[in-house]
């Protein structure tokens, strides 16, 4: 039962060391999907539903700004909040992340101090807005 309450997050990303680092950081507190490209992330994406997904940008195969906007297209993936993590820091690349529909951005290396409650502010908003959206649905059928 508690496994079930702990959220679930989808970390898509090729290089072993920084995976390995952000589960170190991330499996105490919540259920971990791993996906090394981004067909892969895709795929995981759709069978699990997760409640936030980290993605890289440099990948192999398909790149992380396509594997955001694949998601985003699709109706059934669209809601979940991508936050990119990645290397490319520079402001153009910055916009070309969130333009193809990542919803923040993390930059590499990451602040082993303050990762986690970055995620967890992350996952706070997405429960409140899932939240939100139960009220305005109940209010709907009242009517
Ligand atoms: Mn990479």
């Known amino acids: 039962m508690s496994k079930k309450n702990k959220d679930t997050i989808l970390i898509i990303e090729d290089n072993e060391m920084n995976m390995a680092l952000v589960r170190e950081i991330l499996k105490r507190d919540s259920s971990l999907l791993e996906a090394t490209t981004g067909e892969e992330g895709i795929d995981l994406a759709n069978k699990f539903l997760p409640d936030l997904i980290l993605l890289d940008i440099g990948l192999p195969g398909i790149d992380g700004t396509v594997v955001a ?17 990645t290397a490319y ?9 969130l333009n193809a529909g990542c ?23 997405t429960l409140k807005m899932a939240q939100t959206s139960g009220s305005i649905l109940i209010s709907i059928c009242n009517l």
């Open 89 to 97: 820091v520079s402001e153009y690349d910055k916009e070309r992340i």
């Open 103 to 125: 919803d923040g951005h993390i930059p590499k290396p990451i602040n082993v101090k303050t990762f986690e409650n970055e995620i967890r502010t992350y996952l706070k908003k």
């Open 69 to 85: 906007k694949t998601l985003k297209e699709n109706p059934k993936t669209k809601g979940i909040p991508i936050i990119a993590v």
